[in-house]
């Protein structure tokens, strides 16, 4: 297990919602008995947690961090690079481990590219948690189940800044920069920035866009999804903002 990687993720728990909103709200109840306005900070926080957990919240805080669409086309790039994003850790219908749902949506995608513009695939992703890296669990869904080939697997980067160098280790003495980067849209601004201080010139092929969800009665009730999404968005931001920090 990759002790940085613990360390990141640990510390973003305690910065992020809800855990953040929790530790305020539980401190500010403790010394509510000595200031009126501590109840209030307490009720706030809940109230605050109660909003991110809607799902029409938690789908544009996403919105608001995505890559817009645009036509891809064939010249735009000489390779695909897919992006690892965890895995789903003993399957039992396939007897294994396998790609998590959303890298499963990034192969999809990545597989409509290279059937569009045959373009050659690197996917990559390592296991900072331990076990079987992401990388090869890429080329077998993409081979076996999309019919796709995979050209080169990364299996050691345990972060979107490590997916950019070492995909960049592997591709520019090939003399290939141009890439299409296949991740979640609204992971891509991230995405981007780390692939252009590795020396690429990355073209963002997101998916899995936000906001374009019917609204209903139901995208304002809270529920877990939309303080997911709300939880992923506040991640966003935090990468965004530790990569301003270093640079």
């Not at 007897?95 to 192969?107: C, I, K, S, W």
């Not at 070492?166 to 609204?186: E, H, N, T």
């Not at 936000?210 to 303080?227: A, M, W």
Request: aromatic content about 12%; hydrophobic content about 50%; glycine content about 10%.
């Amino acid at each position: 297990m990759s002790i940085s990687w613990l360390t990141h993720l640990l510390l973003g728990s305690v910065l992020l919602p809800p855990l953040s909103l929790l530790i305020l709200a539980g401190l500010a109840i403790l010394v509510s008995g000595r200031h009126a306005w501590f109840r209030r900070l307490a009720l706030a926080c809940l109230v605050l947690l109660a909003i991110l957990a809607t799902p029409w919240v938690g789908s544009h805080l996403l919105a608001m961090w995505q890559t817009p669409y645009r036509p891809l086309s064939a010249g735009m790039a000489d390779a695909i690079v897919v992006l690892g994003g965890g895995v789903y850790e003993g399957a039992p219908e396939y007897g294994g481990d396998t790609v998590a749902p959303f890298v499963l949506e990034r192969l999809r995608y990545a597989a409509r590219l290279h059937r569009e513009f045959g373009k050659p695939i690197l996917v990559t992703g390592g296991r900072p948690s331990g076990g079987n890296p992401e990388a090869p669990l890429m080329k077998v869904v993409l081979e076996h189940d999309f019919k796709v080939p995979v050209r080169w697997v990364e299996p050691s980067s345990n972060d979107t800044e490590e997916n950019a160098l070492y995909s960049a280790a592997m591709l520019k003495p090939l003399g290939i920069r141009r890439v299409f980067v296949v991740s979640q849209a609204w992971h891509l601004p991230r995405a981007m920035v780390w692939f252009r201080a590795a020396g690429m010139e990355p073209v963002p092929a997101g998916t899995g866009f936000e906001g374009y969800e019917r609204i209903t009665p139901y995208s304002f009730v809270p529920n877990g999804y939309g303080l997911l999404m709300s939880y992923i968005a506040s991640r966003e931001a935090l990468g965004m903002f530790w990569y301003w920090l270093r640079h």
